[in-house]
């Protein structure tokens, strides 16, 4: 079993910053993927960030030098560092990782429960 725990999000003033924090544990054998996604009330769920274990990293051109993804392999981390925040960027923010259980088994996919960010004067 995989767990994936997000924390961080909250109420933030426009050009305020925030951090998320997002935790992978359980039965891990290889992760290759993590990444942070977003979705705003009506819309579809967007990709924000990921960055793969090799090094690979992409942000949504929304984002680009504002966001900074940044990943731990150790611990099975991914935080994202929000910086000059604009109203447009609320949403829930989920983590994502694509990862595999045992030697040779399937990658799959693994979303947490999702933290709410809200950028609001």
């Known amino acids: 079993q995989v767990q994936v725990v997000e924390s961080g999000g909250g109420l933030v003033q426009p050009r305020g910053s925030l951090r998320l924090s997002c935790a992978v544990s359980g039965s891990i054998f290889e992760i290759n993927f993590m990444g942070w996604y977003r979705q705003a009330p009506g819309k579809q769920r967007e990709l924000v960030a990921f960055?793969?274990?090799?090094?690979?990293?992409n942000y949504a051109d929304s984002v680009k030098g504002r966001f900074t993804i940044s990943r731990d392999n150790a611990k099975n981390t991914v935080d994202l560092q929000m910086n000059s925040l604009k109203p447009e960027d609320t949403g829930v923010y989920y983590c994502?990782?694509?990862?595999?259980?045992?030697?040779?088994?399937?990658?799959?996919?693994?979303w947490g429960q999702g933290t709410q960010v809200t950028v609001s004067s």
């Open positions: 994502k990782t694509i990862l595999r259980t045992q030697y040779e088994s399937p990658w799959s996919g693994y």
């Open positions: 960055k793969t274990t090799s090094g690979n990293t």
